[in-house]
């Protein structure tokens, strides 16, 4: 009887011990607030070894307030050739701290981590979702992992997203005293904490008491607002190639040295067609724009997960052998083709994304950047090209990967290089409608539009469409009630620079206009409307506009004859340092005539300007959504 009340006391103890370390009740009021999750503790430990032995240990708890919550509650492993996982284990607790649930290898389902566009991928992963039942509740979960390489060093990011609070978190990383390492740190005040054995140098970074964050609009990337480590050693081996880096310079040269030299391997034979196709050419750049629309017509782009860890491309050989690639395989295919013209071309390292994100420009590592384009460094006429798009204009880069820092891979070693930027100018849209009014309710006529930079790619879904699917795509870009198309008929414009795409429809707009006694309400902008934002008083961070661009909408309508005529020339302009807005509207030869112009410029702008933003943009979404009011004759 003594020792089962023992046993019962010393359960007792255990049970009271989890409940206080993982009821919800004991996390912080302020991390619970505007949080789907809060990270309660977590133990971020990487050990290496070796050069070719890293190993990553973690225990992290977070407790899942709502739905939101299960995101980062899910827990994907991955793991390939190079990373092998050693062991998992877990539990799951309820909100007052109880276990309810073990979570143990078998719990994991294991799925291919190809991205639903690769072909091949030799990379998997074991993923764990709690499916809850009942919010909110604690997931407790630790694994090991084995890197077989330290060129990519697990990193540190623990408020990753503004909806994660964080209770504490810690990351060590621990090397022989006589390994030397490079460290980026993003947003932590405190310095590592370096401690010295005979064995081992460890450097440990925490934080405490994270709040999860107001989201704002018009903001940069949250990952450019969180916590961040990054660790590279000075000397590295990945898949058996091993070296050493301080900066951009030098990991170019070693990724050019050990994983891209000797790939361009074509034969003569492409060789002599590479000849025969530029022969007519009287400029490098007429070959180059020759040679890319071969690579486009030749070749279509499949992702490839598999190779020296996903960073090494195929050979030339292999693309001119399949007709596909991807990214990394289609630029050194395109240098390839190049160099038989004596053209030289950089191979580009880019973090791609609608997002503008940039390396760090003083911090050389292999984890920025997920993308591969081509640069060709005319003499004051540097062009970019996209070589896994068979659609994308010569010297055209689009909103995935312009106006960034990227790194140009050359025989000499590496280069920053910063893509072009679209701006405002660059990016316009130009409409012009003719429309008549039927029955006082009904629209019919035509509309012209022409698409340039940026505005052009956000149009290339329609214009790449089959028949049966333009007219659904076309009813996402004119969001209007009642609209049908006819007469859809899509042709590019050609320009050096900024390349554009004309759209000529037909179209019908049915109970458009309103009738009420004998008034009739037009929408004063019938195509295109700007939203309005949420007012903060209080805002926190920069105002970032990712991207400018010009709208200009010039709108005829054919009124009935018995419809006055009478109305007051309207004009009415708006501005800040953000944008410009201009609406004017008239009646001529029987017609309603408008004209809206809206520019938004790109920028980062400080937080005290936000409210002239707020009242600009009110301004311009009450006129844009407006309506004439006309008198019906008897």
Request: charge should be neutral; proline fraction near 4%; include cysteine.
């Amino acid at each position: 009887m003594k020792y089962i009340v023992l046993i019962y006391f010393a359960m007792l103890s255990l049970y009271s011990k989890a409940q206080l370390h993982y009821a919800v009740e004991s996390i912080p009021k302020e991390l619970k607030a505007r949080a789907a999750a809060t990270v309660r503790d977590e133990s971020v430990y990487v050990e290496m070894r070796a050069e070719n032995d890293v190993l990553l240990r973690v225990k992290k708890a977070i407790t899942v307030h709502n739905k939101s919550g299960d995101y980062y509650a899910a827990v994907p492993l991955y793991y390939n050739k190079s990373a092998v996982i050693k062991s998992i284990k877990g539990t799951i607790y309820n909100e007052f701290g109880m276990p309810i649930h073990k979570i143990t290898a078998k719990n994991f389902v294991d799925i291919s981590a190809a991205d639903g566009f690769s072909m091949f991928s030799d990379s998997r992963l074991k993923l764990y979702q709690y499916n809850a039942i009942q919010y909110p509740y604690t997931i407790e979960i630790s694994y090991e992992v084995q890197h077989k390489q330290n060129l990519a060093i697990p990193s540190w990011t623990p408020n990753y997203s503004p909806q994660l609070a964080v209770e504490h978190s810690e990351y060590v990383f621990a090397a022989a005293p006589a390994v030397e390492i490079r460290a980026h740190t993003q947003h932590i005040s405190n310095d590592a904490k370096v401690e010295k054995t005979e064995k081992l140098t460890s450097y440990k970074w925490e934080v405490s008491s994270l709040p999860a964050v107001k989201e704002e609009n018009y903001t940069r990337s949250f990952r450019e607002q969180a916590v961040q480590v990054n660790i590279v050693p000075k000397k590295i081996s990945y898949y058996g190639r091993s070296g050493s880096f301080d900066n951009w310079e030098e990991f170019g040269k070693w990724k050019y040295d050990n994983l891209l030299a000797g790939k361009q391997n074509l034969d003569e034979k492409a060789k002599s067609k590479v000849l025969d196709l530029i022969k007519d050419c009287k400029t490098d750049k007429e070959k180059a724009k020759r040679l890319y629309k071969y690579l486009q017509e030749k070749t279509r782009y499949v992702s490839i997960q598999i190779g020296i860890g996903g960073l090494e491309p195929f050979p030339a050989s292999d693309v001119e052998k399949y007709g596909y690639g991807d990214c990394k395989a289609l630029v050194n295919y395109m240098q390839n083709l190049l160099t038989f013209a004596d053209i030289p071309s950089y191979y580009c390292v880019v973090e791609a994304g609608n997002k503008k994100e940039s390396l760090k420009f003083d911090f050389a590592n292999v984890q920025d950047g997920n993308h591969i384009i081509l640069c060709i460094p005319f003499e004051n006429d540097t062009t970019w090209l996209e070589c896994t798009s068979q659609e994308m204009p010569f010297g055209f880069l689009g909103d995935f990967t312009d106006d960034r820092l990227v790194l140009a891979c050359t025989p000499n070693g590496g280069k920053v290089l910063r893509t072009p930027t679209y701006s405002e100018k660059d990016n316009r849209q130009l409409r012009t409608a003719k429309l008549k009014l039927l029955d006082l309710t009904n629209l019919q006529g035509t509309i012209e539009t022409q698409f340039f930079g940026t505005q052009y790619d956000n149009h290339m879904d329609v214009f790449r469409a089959n028949n049966t699917e333009k007219p659904k795509l076309l009813a996402r870009h004119y969001d209007i009630n009642n609209i049908s198309f006819n007469n859809i008929d899509y042709a590019k414009i050609d320009q050096e620079y900024a390349p554009g795409i004309q759209e000529n429809i037909a179209i019908s707009i049915g109970n458009i206009a309103s009738k009420t006694s004998n008034r009739l309400q037009i929408p004063s902008s019938l195509f295109n409307s700007y939203g309005n934002i949420q007012r903060n008083e209080n805002r926190q961070q920069q105002i970032y506009i990712n991207r400018g661009f010009t709208d200009e909408d010039n709108v005829e309508i054919d009124l009935p004859e018995n419809v006055s005529k009478l109305m007051l020339p309207m004009k009415k302009e708006f501005s800040c340092e953000m944008g410009n807005y201009s609406f004017t509207a008239r009646i001529e030869d029987n017609k309603l005539i408008t004209n809206r112009i809206l520019t938004i410029k790109q920028g980062t702008y400080e937080p005290q300007l936000y409210g002239d933003f707020q009242e600009f943009l009110k301004s311009v979404s009450q006129t844009d959504k407006g309506r004439f009011t006309l008198e019906i004759l008897q």
